[in-house]
T-cell receptor, first 114, second 108 residues
Framework: DVKVTQSSRYLVKRTGEKVFLECVQDMDHENMFWYRQDPGLGLRLIYFSYDVKMKEKGDIPEGYSVSREKKERFSLILESASTNQTSMYLC?????????????FGPGTRLTVT | RKEVEQDPGPFNVPEGATVAFNCTYSNSASQSFFWYRQDCRKEPKLLMSVYSSGNEDGRFTAQLNRASQYISLLIRDSKLSDSATYLCVVKTGNQFYFGTGTSLTVIP
């Protein structure tokens, strides 16, 4: 059974803090993704990675960076948290595009920036 | 133009009703299609993949029309437990594109 875990379910941070969100998957998936989900806007892709040390910007990368030093782990970093980054953050993983495999999601981290 | 568009609803239907959700996508090169279900404050989970020939899983039927770039989900004999948000998802290359979701509430 595929498992994607995220380091925190709920997180409260202050404006200007550096925030680390960690994601780990146990299925040896090549591809990993970070999304944020906001009411009325759906899931929006922040960054994705198709291999260790590889990353691609998604639709809304501003204010975020990522790190993938190991295949199973993909970290999202908010360099200087702002209130407009209050959101639900979802990590996902999948096999590469050659196959019609779906994405598996972690439980999400609800981040509040005050 | 959005990659994936779906009617947000909400759909409020009585138990036992049949309900259909529709979704359109903009990129003709998209190669894989899915319906996900998301319960309140939970992560999305795969409901079913969508194949060109159409496919059925119990009370759920998914259809794909590549010519019209259109995907549908039909739920028959709705149960209270079907209440959730249904997300249409399209895969193009390495990326997944999500509709904003259609909210379904099944009423006793």
């Amino acid at each position: 059974d595929v498992k994607v875990t995220q380091s925190s379910r709920y997180l409260v941070k202050r404006t200007g803090e550096k925030v680390f969100l960690e994601c780990v998957q146990d299925m040896d998936h090549e591809n990993m993704f970070w999304y944020r989900q906001d009411p009325g806007l759906g899931l929006r892709l922040i960054y994705f990675s198709y291999d260790v040390k590889m990353k691609e910007k998604g639709d809304i990368p501003e204010g975020y960076s990522v790190s993938r030093e190991k295949k199973e782990r993909f970290s999202l970093i908010l360099e200087s948290a702002s209130t407009n980054q209050t959101s639900m953050y979802l990590c996902a993983s999948s096999f590469p595009s050659s196959a019609a495999y779906e994405q598996y999601f972690g439980p999400g981290t609800r981040l509040t920036v005050t | 133009r959005k990659e994936v568009e779906q009617d947000p609803g909400p759909f409020n239907v009585p138990e036992g009703a049949t309900v259909a959700f529709n979704c359109t996508y903009s990129n003709s090169a998209s190669q894989s299609f899915f319906w996900y279900r998301q319960d309140c404050r939970k992560e999305p989970k795969l409901l079913m993949s969508v194949y060109s020939s159409g496919n059925e899983d119990g009370r759920f039927t998914a259809q794909l029309n590549r010519a019209s770039q259109y995907i549908s989900l039909l739920i028959r004999d709705s149960k209270l437990s079907d209440s959730a948000t249904y997300l249409c998802v399209v895969k193009t290359g390495n990326q997944f594109y999500f509709g904003t979701g259609t909210s379904l509430t099944v009423i006793p």
